[in-house]
């Protein structure tokens, strides 16, 4: 068990950019969560992959936000035309099938900051 | 009104003693309850996990859960300067799949 792995841990952009993150779970953990996080405050959902099913996605995944998971194992997400509004800490998590209430296991984030 | 309520914070007390931390919510749905720690440019790592009203310990951390007052606690014994954190709760609900996260309480243990 390698933990989850996001990379780059850090991305400065020009507003206007595009900007793409990517996520490597636990191996053995079909549920892959992406969250987003502002200082001070507590991680926010954006959506969430049951194998390469995206099953639910928050109202604060805008259009210019798109998340994959082509093959159930990875996933990526794209920021299209970035905004200053956008810069965060992007979080990935994973958690395995199993009953409700799995707990979840979280990457170090990728802190995105838009210039 | 925010889903979980968590006092932000900072919470400083001296090496040795008992950290107290609380988290309330507003929805019954919420049936899992998980505590996180989150240290400075860090992703949270899990702490605790329960999904009854009751206590559970684990070595210096126990975890209270009252679903009737919709009252969640953390206890650290023993603290630490390397407990200096935030802290974070997290709910699930029965129905649900996702993490709904408090904003997190900044903890300082001083030596």
């Known amino acids: 068990d390698t933990g989850v792995s996001q990379d780059p841990r850090h991305k400065i952009t020009k507003r206007g950019q595009n900007v793409t993150f990517r996520c490597d779970p636990i191996?053995?953990?079909?549920?892959l969560y992406w969250y987003r996080q502002t200082l001070g405050q507590g991680p926010e959902f954006l959506t969430y992959?049951?194998?390469?099913?995206?099953?639910?996605k928050s109202r604060l995944l805008s259009d210019r936000f798109s998340a994959e998971r082509p093959k159930g194992s990875f996933s990526t997400l794209e920021i299209q035309r970035t905004e200053q509004g956008d810069s965060a800490m992007y979080l990935c998590?994973?958690?395995?099938?199993?009953?409700?209430?799995?707990?979840?296991?979280f990457g170090n984030g990728t802190r995105l900051t838009v210039t | 009104q925010k889903e979980v309520e968590q006092d932000p914070g900072p919470l400083s007390v001296p090496e040795g003693a008992i950290v107290s931390l609380n988290c309330t919510y507003s929805?019954?749905?919420?049936?899992?309850f998980m505590w996180y720690r989150q240290y400075s440019r860090k992703g949270p790592e899990l702490l605790m996990y329960?999904?009854?009203?009751g206590n559970k310990e684990d070595g210096r951390f126990t975890a209270q859960v009252d679903k009737s007052s919709k009252y969640i606690s953390l206890f650290i014994r023993d603290s630490q300067p390397s407990d200096s954190a935030t802290y974070l709760c997290?709910?699930?609900?029965?129905?649900?799949?996702?993490?709904?996260f408090g904003g997190g309480t900044r903890v300082l243990v001083k030596p």
């Open positions: 998590a994973s958690s395995k099938d199993g009953p409700k209430g799995s707990p979840l296991h």
């Open positions: 191996s053995e953990h079909n549920r």
């Open positions: 992959f049951q194998n390469e099913a995206q099953l639910e």
């Open positions: 929805n019954s749905a919420f049936q899992y």
């Open positions: 329960t999904y009854s009203s």
């Open positions: 997290a709910l699930i609900q029965a129905a649900g799949n996702k993490l709904t």
